[in-house]
């Protein structure tokens, strides 16, 4: 089945550092990867869709120049949190959409960020 | 835009018991996913529902989407301790997923 890969699954740093989190998907070609941000015992709230080669499409709210997404291959989305902040602390999942599909979502196992 | 509330936000049962929740939404929805996430982990993608009326099983799992296209509901069967966690319903338009608020189930053994 479709295996999507996170990097780190966990990390702390200190406020005002940046981190940077890796999507990656293992055994087939997403041209759509997906950044949920979760907060504890909150849902999943998309953040922004990655498409390969082009711009990140934000949700309303999301500060592009605080949430970088890089989405350079078939296989692999960045997303760089600038300037961290403790409220930024949560936990990031990405998904992606394989091609080809209507609309299922296969989940990376998410990066838990805590800013200090 | 466009809203999924899910409901209840938690159940707590004995395990053996049934489980049932429920997905609401006040425009028509395109289609309606489920999926399910352990405490810790990631959303795990159960189902998706297209059809109106439709219904689908997977083993003690049964899915229903409404006629009208505004509602869905997971129902479980005779619970089991395995069956312990967050389960998220998500409307799916635009290859974006819109997700429930969730439902949160505990099983007493």
């Known amino acids: 089945g479709a295996v999507v890969s996170q990097h780190p699954s966990w990390v702390i740093c200190k406020s005002g550092t940046s981190v940077k989190i890796e999507c990656r998907s293992l055994d087939f070609q997403a041209t759509t990867m997906f950044w949920y941000r979760q907060f504890p015992k909150q849902s999943l709230m998309l953040m922004a869709t990655s498409n390969e080669g082009s711009k990140a499409t934000y949700e309303q709210g999301v500060e592009k120049d605080k949430f970088l997404i890089n989405h350079a291959s078939l296989t692999l989305s960045t997303l760089t949190v600038t300037s961290a902040h403790p409220e930024d602390s949560s936990f990031y999942i990405c998904?992606?959409?394989?091609?080809?599909?209507?609309?299922?979502?296969?989940f990376g196992p998410g990066t838990r960020l805590t800013v200090l | 835009g466009q809203q999924v509330m899910q409901i209840p936000q938690y159940q707590h049962v004995q395990e053996g018991e049934d489980f049932t929740t429920y997905c609401n939404s006040s425009t028509t929805l395109s289609n309606i996913q489920w999926y399910k996430q352990r405490p810790g982990g990631h959303p795990v993608f159960l189902i998706q529902l297209v059809k109106s009326g439709e219904v689908k099983k997977q083993k003690r799992l049964t899915f229903q989407f409404g006629e009208a296209k505004k509602n869905s509901s997971l129902h479980i069967t005779a619970t089991q301790t395995t069956d312990v966690g967050t389960y998220f319903c998500a409307e799916g338009s635009s290859y974006k997923l819109i997700f429930g608020s969730g439902t949160r189930l505990l099983v007493r053994p």
């Open positions: 998904s992606a959409r394989v091609f080809g599909t209507y609309n299922e979502q296969f």
